[in-house]
């Protein structure tokens, strides 16, 4: 079945860099476009990044463009997040998924930025 585990979350202090990672499994992850979300305590999921199938695009939503990079190895079939300067704003849990969220979606990972 569809698995999606993302990992790497923490606890980071403003200004600080931290990269997640998502293993995929159950799927033929190099025919999927994928993305990062995320969802703040009291918000909605939002889309912060997406990938095409073979990584020549990215995309990004304005509050993390220039600050977060996506890619992914679809050899390993792992999807990756680096998020820099990273703000207190950026607290949530972040979730891997396919672009729309067609898919079984995983636990997340916590991401807390505090001083």
């Known amino acids: 079945q569809v698995q999606l585990v993302e990992s790497g979350g923490d606890l980071v202090q403003p200004g600080g860099s931290l990269g997640l990672s998502c293993a995929a499994s159950g799927f033929t992850f190099s025919m999927w476009t994928m993305s990062w979300y995320r969802q703040a305590p009291g918000k909605e999921r939002e889309s912060v990044a997406t990938?095409?199938?073979?990584?020549?695009?990215?995309t990004y939503a304005d509050s993390v463009k220039g600050r977060f990079t996506i890619s992914r190895d679809n050899a390993k079939n792992t999807l990756y997040l680096q998020m820099n300067s990273l703000k207190p704003e950026d607290t949530a849990v972040y979730y891997c998924?396919?672009?729309?969220?067609?898919?079984?979606w995983g636990q997340g990972t916590q991401v807390t930025v505090s001083s």
């Open positions: 998924n396919a672009q729309g969220g067609g898919l079984d």
């Open positions: 990938i095409t199938k073979t990584g020549g695009s990215t």
